[in-house]
């Protein structure tokens, strides 16, 4: 009896060499996709927390400016006669066009509102009252302290006469950068009968390296009125 050995194929297949480069290289392709996303993600989250940061920080100065001016008076004042205004508001200490810092005086604009009951004496030809358009604000706060508000090297100061009219101090953080501070100052001529009004525009943006982050500018505006009529009894005790 004669015996047959028979030998069974091997029926397990491997992969060519061109399956596997193709496998390895829609991977490569999904990881780089799915890395992306996560880095695009990561990337948002931090611009989004940058500008939220910078939002509160200038938000919470505006409330703090908003609190010291609506009890303020003599808002860039110059004695009971405002055509002097461009030298008390003209972003001191930067105060020679040849300071690095020097941003020119206030600009006159017509409000359109006419005078009030007393004669002003910084009307318009036309009677109307001017508003003013400054780079920082200069008044005396309810302690009769003189406050001045303007932009320095990307920071809002402050300065107080308490302490010196030439020490400014930084009162918005680290995190925010102002790009631009504008004061429209109205009601501050004596004897125009209307109380002071004084509207804030800040720009700011993140402090970051980011171009993403910092390209976009964040713009605020407030407007607050004071309590009382702009005047000097002590210069101008009709007005008042």
């Not at 004669?2 to 290289?25: D, P």
Request: glycine share 8%.
């Amino acid at each position: 009896m004669k015996y047959h050995h028979c030998c069974k194929k091997n029926s397990q297949k491997g992969f060519t060499l061109i399956e596997l480069l193709v496998a390895m290289g829609i991977f490569a392709i999904v990881i780089a996709i799915a890395t992306g996303g996560f880095i695009n993600s990561l990337r948002t989250q931090r611009q989004v927390a940058s500008l939220i940061s910078a939002q509160s920080n200038a938000s919470l100065v505006l409330e703090q400016m908003a609190r010291e001016i609506r009890t303020g008076f003599l808002f860039c004042h110059d004695e009971g006669n405002n055509g002097g205004l461009n030298n008390n508001c003209n972003n001191p200490p930067y105060d020679n066009p040849g300071d690095p810092g020097f941003v020119s005086g206030c600009v006159e604009l017509d409000s359109g509102y006419q005078e009030g009951i007393i004669t002003a004496p910084d009307a318009l030809p036309n009677n109307d009252l001017p508003m003013w358009d400054c780079p920082s604000i200069d008044y005396m706060n309810a302690q009769g302290e003189e406050v001045n508000y303007s932009l320095q090297n990307g920071a809002l100061v402050e300065s107080n006469s308490s302490v010196s009219t030439s020490t400014f101090v930084s009162i918005t953080g680290d995190s925010v950068k102002v790009t631009n501070l504008h004061f429209i100052i109205f009601g501050n001529v004596e004897g125009d009968a209307w109380t002071p009004r004084v509207t804030i525009a800040i720009g700011v943006v993140p402090s970051s390296t980011d171009p993403a982050v910092n390209s976009d500018v964040l713009n605020l505006e407030t407007t607050i009125s004071a309590r009382t009529i702009d005047c000097d009894p002590s210069t101008n005790p009709a007005s008042c």
